[in-house]
């Protein structure tokens, strides 16, 4: 085969194997969404509060409605796990959002106040977190 058109299609199976990655991280963004968000629900309601408070479930519902449509599966899950794990993983990126969840659980534990209808997804988790070990929450 000619050098050019060897060159050519690697760069078009890059593309490929670029957008398939892409594919599997939304995926695993919309699950990982979709997930916090039923936690921080359920939080919500044993908190007494009512859930159409926290703007933010919207986005989770919206990480809901698109795996719904998908349809997703859990062999797709799978394949996206394998796709993405085999990526490489930025530990910086990873320990930093690690870093900045802590802080949140610690602040909320200290006795910072929420507002639900303000707060991010990241921010109503944390809390929740922090109410798991006794934060009271006055609506």
């Not at 695993?28 to 939080?43: F, H, K, Y």
């Not at 998908?70 to 796990?81: I, V």
């Not at 870093?99 to 944390?126: F, N």
Request: charged residues 30%; contains cysteine.
């Amino acid at each position: 085969m000619h050098r050019g058109r060897k060159v050519r299609l690697g760069r078009l199976a890059a593309r490929g194997s670029h957008a398939e990655i892409s594919a599997a991280h939304y995926r695993r963004a919309l699950r990982a969404r979709a997930a916090i968000g039923a936690a921080v629900r359920d939080c919500l309601v044993q908190a007494g509060i009512a859930p159409a408070r926290a703007v933010m479930l919207r986005v989770a519902g919206g990480a809901n409605a698109e795996l719904a449509a998908l349809p997703d599966t859990p062999k797709l899950e799978r394949e996206d796990a394998a796709v993405a794990g085999a990526g490489h993983r930025d530990p910086d990126g990873d320990r930093s959002f690690q870093v900045k969840m802590h802080d949140l659980v610690r602040r909320y534990r200290e006795g910072d106040e929420i507002d639900p209808a303000r707060a991010s997804l990241a921010e109503l988790h944390a809390w929740c977190l922090a109410a798991a070990n006794g934060i009271e929450f006055d609506p």
